[in-house]
């Protein structure tokens, strides 16, 4: 008798994860061909591939925008998420991988991991979404599957699973030995498809050895697979196979895979993992939320109320497209569905299943599926959809605060009203984009992560709205703190002007803190009451938004509130927020105040023989040197780099380097900057 099976269990939503550079565009485009989802190879050097579909893409090289395709691969559906691998696109990464239940993260096979590599293995470990590695370009020169291991091993600490013993090096890399049925995988040049050959004499003593390592690295980690080892003194490949999925799931063990994705090599063992372990939509735990207060909880349910997560919003040529994960209950054509954001009903136009820029339109969508919808006129980046008569919200992707600002206006005075149209359109469609008027200069102030990411918007303003406009040069976000501070400042507030007046008296410390802000109460006998103590802390918090430096925004300090006194009629709420505000910036004027400014670990890959000039480059842009190795003929250097600095440094560095050096950024935080910034 034939069992219903659950659709969701045959579902898996996966991101595609890597430094810029490590083939994840190419990895996705081989696994669309492998799938029969597309009947050419497209390359990212020739601009042909579906995922990277925007002109700034195919011009730059790179991945800016992530793209969603859908493919089908041994009875299972594929929705996958091809993400930037640039630093200045990290917010991109940031809101895919809170709609995704696994991941397949690219590591390139001669520089194993690098920054951006580190920086989105740490957002996956944040969101808790299970992993397997892929490591890519075994055919390049200077390519060792096992010193990329041991750089995952070292850099991002997981317990590396490698299941996978390559055949050949180099140019003459081949296939892979599947150490966990044990028979050997072959591509022929030119084939799409690998042969299983008998297993090659050379290799077959160092298969039984990593089969053997793997199966004693299994069970140290997995009860069920040491038992079964200790009684027999090996594994069976059903037993290894289930242990490895566990592992994966549960995060404590990452399964390695290798290949080469430009020769088409390796792409259908990856996807028989993808399948085998990376979980379903079942598989995670259920969504939690919140109404009225109360915490709930969704289960991926085809039977449970409607409820799904807008991720990311596209203004086409032919309208708006939502992107929405949906995680539990089915939508369809036409429905109506309430926007928890908003409080607000949207109507469902139409159901858009995407392959990048193409879309095919579907009826009906259940739980486990992301989807494009057309229709919804108020839903955001982070809106939570609902069935109208289950309210919930969802907790929303974070944003990262921007780091590097650029006045923008028209060239034309006419256009003035179409740029601001403009400008809130690609703000709304990448959240991590502020734009802000100054107050000083009546400019328009656009802020993003990086000068890359600033040189896009702008480029797209051009593009996509058929502006030109004037761009002025990048300023970085300062931040003020706490060198030196004070204790007992006094600050009494009393206002009488008619009627009730204002009465509130409060005694603040102040002290340097090393990051973010505390505030807390020492009074004692009710001197102030709690519901003002609570008024006090809102105010200072309102305080930290204007620093007595320049006007930048105030972290790393505790403020303490020591002392006050209330007055009968005149003490209020408003009151005690007054004084907390006006006391505390009082205060921090008698602090010694350190501007600060961002700072970001710069890796530099150059030419041995330019190596000086680099160095000596460096040190004249005020960066701290941490480190240098060799690599392969080339140098990598490692430095902590204010990010001022780094402006223009990409056209220096190649004109240093005849266009062989390049160099990659992870922002570390906020260090002392050497000189106080003008005021706004």
């Known amino acids: 008798m034939r069992t219903n099976v659950n659709p969701l269990a045959a579902v898996r939503n996966l991101g595609i994860l890597a430094h810029v550079d490590a083939g994840k565009t190419t990895v996705t485009e081989r696994i669309l061909y492998a799938t029969g989802t597309i009947h050419r190879r497209g390359e990212v050097h020739e601009g042909t591939t579906v995922t990277d579909f925007d002109p700034q893409e195919r011009d730059r090289g790179i991945t800016i925008f992530a793209a969603a395709v859908s493919c089908a691969w041994d009875g299972h559906r594929i929705n996958l998420i091809d993400t930037p691998g640039h630093v200045d696109f990290a917010d991109e990464v940031e809101r895919s991988l809170r709609v995704l239940d696994g991941a397949v993260a690219v590591f390139d096979a001669v520089a194993g991991v690098e920054p951006q590599s580190e920086s989105v293995w740490r957002q996956a470990d944040r969101h808790g979404v299970p992993r397997i590695a892929f490591v890519n370009k075994l055919d390049r020169a200077g390519a060792d599957l096992d010193t990329a291991v041991a750089s995952i091993r070292e850099r991002l600490h997981p317990a590396p699973l490698v299941v996978q013993l390559p055949i050949g ?5 081949t296939g892979v030995v599947d150490l966990v049925r044990m028979r050997a995988l072959v591509w022929a040049d030119g084939g799409d498809t690998a042969d299983v050959v008998p297993m090659p004499e050379e ?22 697979a040491l038992e079964e080892f200790v009684g027999r003194e090996a594994l069976s490949a059903e037993t290894l196979a289930g242990a490895l999925r566990d592992l994966t799931r549960s995060g404590e063990g990452v399964v390695v895979l290798c290949g080469s994705a430009y020769r088409n090599r390796g792409i259908e063992p990856l996807l028989d993992a993808v399948v085998a372990y990376l979980p379903s939509p ?35 040529p032919t309208g708006r497209l939502t992107y929405v994960r949906i995680y539990s209950g089915t939508i369809e ?12 009903s949207e109507r469902i136009g139409r159901l858009l299943r995407v392959q990048a820029d193409r879309h095919v339109r579907v009826e009906r969508a259940i739980a486990g599926d992301i989807v494009a919808v057309v229709g919804l006129k108020s839903a955001r980046a982070g809106s939570t959809l609902c069935a109208p008569g289950a309210p919930l919200v969802l907790e929303p992707p974070g944003v990262t605060e921007p780091v590097v600002s650029v006045a923008v206006e028209a060239r034309r005075s006419t256009d003035a009203d179409r740029l601001a149209t403009a400008l809130a359109r690609l703000a709304e469609e990448d959240p991590s ?15 993003g992560m990086g000068e890359l990411h600033l040189e896009v918007a702008a480029e797209k303003l051009r593009l996509a709205h058929g502006l030109e406009v004037t761009v002025g040069r990048p300023r970085v976000s300062h931040r003020e703190t706490v060198g030196r501070g004070v204790s007992g400042q006094v600050f009494r507030h009393v206002k009488q002007d008619g009627g009730a007046g204002q009465f509130a008296h409060v005694v603040l410390d102040v002290e340097p803190l090393e990051s973010g802000f505390v505030f807390r109460s020492t009074v004692v006998g009710g001197r102030v009451p709690q519901e003002y103590v609570r008024a006090v802390e809102a105010g200072c918090r ?13 972290t790393g300090l505790r403020v303490t509130l020591t002392d006050g006194a209330t007055h009968v009629k005149d003490s209020s709420d408003t009151a005690f927020r007054t004084a907390g505000r006006l006391g505390l910036r009082e205060a921090l004027r008698a602090c010694a105040m350190v501007l600060l400014e961002p ?11 330019a190596v000086g000039g680099v160095l000596g480059d460096l040190a004249a842009r005020r960066g701290r040197v941490s480190g240098s190795t060799a690599r392969g003929g080339a140098a990598v250097v490692t430095a902590t780099v204010p990010l001022a600095e780094l402006f223009g440094y990409a056209t220096r560095l190649r004109s240093r380097t005849q266009g062989r050096g390049t160099f990659t950024t992870r922002p570390t935080g906020y260090a002392p900057a050497p000189t106080v910034a003008p005021a706004r």
């Open 599 to 609: 700072v970001v670990e710069v890796t530099v890959t150059v030419p041995e023989e």
């Open 203 to 224: 290799v077959c003593e160092e298969a039984c050895e990593r089969r053997r390592l793997l199966e004693e690295a299994v069970a140290e980690l997995h009860p069920a």
């Open 433 to 447: 984009l502020v734009v802000r008027t100054d107050p000083e200069t009546g400019q328009t102030v656009l802020s």
């Open 333 to 344: 054509k036409g429905d109506t569905v309430w926007d928890a954001g908003t409080r607000r």
């Open 282 to 316: 079942l598989d995670v735990p259920a969504v939690h939320g919140t109404h009225d207060g109360t915490a709930q909880e969704r289960a991926a349910d085809l039977e449970a109320p409607f409820a799904a997560l807008a991720f990311k919003v596209n203004a086409t």
């Open 542 to 554: 309102d305080a930290l938004t204007e620093g007595p430096l320049g006007g930048h925004p105030v």
């Open 169 to 173: 090096t180099e140019d003459g890399f």
